[in-house]
């Protein structure tokens, strides 16, 4: 399940990440632009929290007890 999820947010950040990044190539003052800063800031988070799934799905899946 986290696995799932890991992929998902990730795949969601990412499109974030590149949403910030082309509204920072598009815009001019891209520093100063909230809209161009929260995407960028949000999409990272998204990414890092997908990640922290993911890892803990895996190290998840290679515990269990094998039956």
Avoid: F
């Amino acid at each position: 399940m986290l696995i799932s999820l890991g992929v998902l947010l990730g795949c969601c950040g990412l499109g974030v990440v590149g949403y910030g990044g082309l509204g920072a190539i598009m815009v001019d003052q891209a520093s100063e632009d909230p809209w161009v800063v929260w995407s960028l800031v949000l999409g990272i988070a998204a990414c890092v929290i997908a990640l922290a799934a993911l890892v803990i799905g895996i190290v998840l899946l290679l515990r269990r007890p094998r039956a």
